[in-house]
């Protein structure tokens, strides 16, 4: 078991939070007023802090993506212009990457010309099925999933495990345990579509989910976990030593829906979101912009100690 630690440089964490008419303002509440104060249409620069280390792992997130919409483009334009000062390497989807039909022209309208800029300069996209995926996307070779519906890959020093949370079945809580065991990399992430913990009103935390497999990333020393589903984005407060993030809200959104609470360390849910990340020697930089460029949330969480496997053995009660 490891103790969550973290040291955040957020411009949303709750002890940074301003007063609103008098009154102290929730996470969710200010970054509402926020975003009426500055609306996404005003054009504003990009606001990206560049890498801090050199040989770091460096990559793109984004969440419920394929709508082949304006804001589906606009959110692509600004990842282009991001990787300009912060040139990540790839870029990882969490689930529901193509809305509706799925025709091959859907393919192009909801993915490739979004992310033509990127795709042209060899940016690769690796792609975890969400509940709104045919399942044959994965043989669709621009999302890598290599015809697996959950399957696992290196970069750098860092091991990535996407998962199908649309189905949890034995099979791949058999394969997960076995992946976790074999991983020695400094870190592990996991990422898929359904939120393990969630303060959404619409859908909430996926307890069930949770309880298959919670326990594997306690007992294998999981770093951190990336889900969308939820149309917002919202950073959980670290949970059992792990770092949880919930991005789903790179073209589709779910206004007010943020509930706040216990779980929620910042949060956004009035507009289009996408995060970039650096997994250095000892700590993740994170970062999160709107779609008009403006920086939502930031932060550093430090690379916590191996569990000892004996005492990780015990579920998660949560």
Known sequence: MRAPHVLLASTLSIGALAFVAGTPASPIAATRAAAMQQPAATPAPTQVTPPREKDSVRFAIIG????????????????????????????????????????????????????????????????A????????????????????????????????????????????????????????????????????????????????????????????????????????YERIKPQNGIYYFIEGGSAKLRKGDIRGGPLTAAGFDTDFTFMLAELGKDAMQFQVLARNGKPIDSGSLPLTAEPKRAEADTPSSR
Request: no cysteine.
């Open 64 to 127: 419920d993506t394929g709508t082949g919409t304006s804001s589906q483009y606009e959110v692509g334009e600004r990842l282009t212009v991001s990787r300009q000062m912060f040139p990540f390497d790839f870029v990882i989807m969490l689930g529901d990457n193509i809305y509706g039909s799925e025709r091959p022209q859907d393919f192009i309208t909801k993915f490739e010309k979004p992310y033509k800029a990127l795709l042209d300069a060899k940016v690769p996209f690796y792609a």
């Open 129 to 232: 099925l969400g509940n709104h995926d045919d399942p044959t996307q994965r043989y669709y070779k621009p999302f890598n999933m290599n015809g697996e519906r959950f399957y696992t890959f290196t970069k750098g020093n860092a091991r990535f495990f996407a998962l199908d949370s649309n189905y949890m079945d034995q099979t791949q809580l058999k394969w997960l345990d076995e992946q976790l065991s074999r991983a020695n990399e400094r870190w592990k992430i996991a990422y898929f579509h359904h939120p393990l913990y969630s303060s959404g009103e619409k859908h909430g935390s996926e307890v069930d989910l949770r309880t298959q497999v919670e326990p594997l990333f306690i007992k294998y020393g999981v770093d951190v976990v990336f889900a969308g589903h939820e149309h917002f």
